[in-house]
């Protein structure tokens, strides 16, 4: 500011059109305020449409292009110090400058401009703005800000005519914190400015990104089907495949085929009495309803005769005893009262050889119509069971057959068949894990089950017994007519020396008396088998009927001897 007046700063020009510009001579008070007075435009002679349509400059230029006057007056803008001539002359226009112009060349001008020290040309402020930005030159290529959505006030109207704000070097709009959007223009005064213009993204970084939501979200649905279906077994019901309906026979001599011909004549029996009761099986020996079982199956029910038999369909009916014997541990039932009865066939136990095929039936641990299978381990096992009342009456001596197929506590009388279905043997004892034996309805208790050595008496003895019960209510037992010491520890069995009540050790007039046979003597063998001990030999003779001829080995003083005699016969309890 000079003397109070503000300064109004313009654009500068180039050097050729700043020239033809004339720089009158400061004059009078004006001079000394470092103004001069311009001269008003005089309207043409021809009137005010004269004017109009060909305006000139003060300096005889043309002024029909507005850029020319541009170019030769760069900003002369009115403003409030614009004085008037009171005389009625025309107004003066005063321009307040900070520093008086340059003189410029005038040689080449008609006008006359007095002499005047040259001074430097002024250095712009800026570089021209090619754009013209306003309101120093004509409109740029600015386009209006997009509406207001949200103001949260109105816009204060556009004035006419507003004191021009000096230029910034690099003019960017900065929008106030928190203040709303609204249109921005460039000729208003203040006023929010544009927000800066946002970065665009890369088109390949929003694919990236895309693609990877695209696969999280395709994985997270094909992982979720994917349970779903491990879960369920797929969208839809399950139907699972199915074989058609086929040939429901078999092979006769199958296990399959061996169970279904023999079930029908096998029994499970239900004994009560004597404050106990038990399980055990038998099976159909002819069609009068006779059933063969073991004898301490229906020990129980000696008194009381409360025995029931189911057949393998379901039906039961009583049943009472015939004849039963504890040396060869059978026994003899009978059922009345029922048709269709169907008898197992009887093999021959004598023609069986180790590792036949064999297949058991009974119900152990009262599970009616089980069904195991095995083959024949060993031959003639000379066994004991029984024994519990103390006196030996209830023992039973068998020369049995040992099997592997597995035979429980209620397998006990029920038959062992071979590969044609037929009976061979009487299932009726269990080898103990504690060393012992016991009977299958679990004589020992030291062994809960099966531990695959099940022994069963030969049919052939089982059938001698079982028509001799059938017969005559008892059974008898081959004899040679000694007494044996059981207390001996040497290897075979040894003739005792007295008898019992002290009886003669050797019968008189017995099998064994009429052989020779003398108190004291040790035999070894019978019919070539080895005996190790009096237990065995009784099994070696009990599996022979009396009447039989035995050849005996026996060693006396040292020296091995041969007896042959033939088996006597006693009367079985």
Known sequence: MNNGKPNWWSRPSSTPEAARIPSPPPTGETADDGDFPLPAPQPPAGGAAAAQDAPTAADGTDVTNPSEV?????TVVPSESVSTDTSGAAPVVLLTKSEPPAPADHSSQDVPVPDAPVAAEPRPLHAPDEYRTPPYGEPGPW???????RPSAPVPPQQAHMPPVPPQAHPQPHPQAGAPWVQYDPWGAGGPALPPAPAKKSRKGLAVVGALV?????????????????????????ELPQADAGDTGRAPDSVAGIAASALPGVVTLHVRGGGSSGTGTGFVLDTKGHILTNN????????????????????????????????????VVQVTGVSGLRPLPLG??????VGDPVV??????????????????????????????????DISYVDALQTDAPINPG??????????????????AIRAAGGGSGEGDGGSAAQPGSIGLGFAIPINQGKRVAEELINTGKATH???????DMQFNGDGARVGEKGKDGSASVTPGGPAAKAGLRPGDVITKVDGQRVHNGEELIVKIRAHRPGDRLELTLTRGGKELTKTLTLGSSQGA
């Open 360 to 393: 058991a039936i009974g119900a152990p641990f009262d599970l009616s119509n089980t069904v195991t299978s095995g083959i024949i381990s060993a031959k003639e096992r000379p066994i004991t069971a029984g024994g519990e009342k103390g006196d030996g009456s």
């Open 348 to 353: 021959n136990s004598d023609d069986v050889r």
């Open 296 to 331: 301490h199956v229906v020990d129980a029910a000696e008194s009381s005769e409360d025995i029931s038999v189911t057949f393998s369909s379901g039906e039961t009916a009583r049943a009472k005893i015939v004849g039963k014997d504890t040396g060869y541990d059978l026994a």
């Open 478 to 484: 081959p004899v040679i007519g000694v007494s044996l």
């Open 70 to 74: 541009t170019d030769a007056a760069e």
């Open 143 to 149: 386009a209006p800000a997009p509406p207001v959505q």
């Open 411 to 428: 397998n006990s009388g029920g038959p062992l068949l071979d590969s044609k279905a037929r009976v061979i043997g009487i299932n009726s």
């Open 214 to 238: 695209f696969a999280l979200v395709t994985g997270v649905i094909g992982g979720g089907i994917g349970a779903y279906v491990e879960r369920n077994g797929g969208l839809t019901t399950v």
